[in-house]
């Protein structure tokens, strides 16, 4: 019979010992197959949600900033007649007092009598004050627009307005590509209202 010479204490010393070394090669393992298996789960779920999401449609180009074409701020070519003193007077007022933009149109310089002629946006609407004022048929149409009578003239690219029951004439151009030209003298109407008085024999539509 052949006996160990180990002792009871020596045998357990030597299974502690086995026992880390075991428990720290299964811990590695376990966490390389975690490294290897998050991110081929990652992928697995990611083609998974990009089969079940319909496609979207891809996003339209927004428009850039100049794809209406520029927009002159150069001085707008108006004529300025020699006008009375009173008439001259009165423009004075009306110039003084019209806003630095009408609707979304920003005030333009002009290039001959800022004291009578004023201009907005590209293409150029524009007001010139004093002048004659039309005599519109009596089957012709007559506006009153904020309690100012204005007649409208078509022409083939803009639509001319001119008060009609003012001391001194307001014409207002209105380019046909802005649309409805009644709508564009709502705000100018109301600086005529404060700075030109009426008068003058007034056709018996201008009533409002």
Do not use: H
Not at 32 to 58: N, Q, R, S, Y
Not at 107 to 117: D, F, H, S, Y
């Amino acid at each position: 019979m052949t006996s160990s010479s180990e002792s009871p204490a020596e045998a357990g010393t030597s299974d502690d010992a086995g026992a880390p070394r075991q428990d720290r090669a299964n811990r590695s393992a376990a966490l390389l197959a975690t490294l290897v298996a998050v991110p081929v789960t990652v992928a697995v779920a990611g083609f998974t949600f990009a089969k079940l999401t319909p496609d979207a449609p891809a996003a339209e180009p927004g428009p850039a900033a100049t794809s209406a074409g520029p927009r002159s701020t150069a001085p707008v070519e108006m004529a300025a007649p020699r006008l009375a003193e009173r008439p001259a007077t009165v423009c004075r007022a009306l110039t003084s007092q019209l806003p630095p933009t009408v609707r979304d149109l920003a005030q333009r310089p002009v290039t001959a009598g800022p004291e009578q002629n004023a201009a907005y946006g590209d293409p150029a609407l524009t007001i010139a004050c004093g002048g004659a004022e039309p005599e519109p048929g009596d089957t012709d149409d007559i506006w009153v627009v904020n309690k100012v009578c204005w007649y409208a003239a078509e022409g083939p690219d803009a639509t001319v307005l001119t008060t009609l029951d003012r001391e001194t004439a307001v014409r207002v151009t209105v380019p046909r590509t802005y649309g409805a030209a009644l709508q564009w003298v709502s705000p100018i109407s109301d600086v005529v209202i404060a700075s030109v008085p009426s008068g003058g024999d007034a056709p018996g539509g201008c009533t409002g």
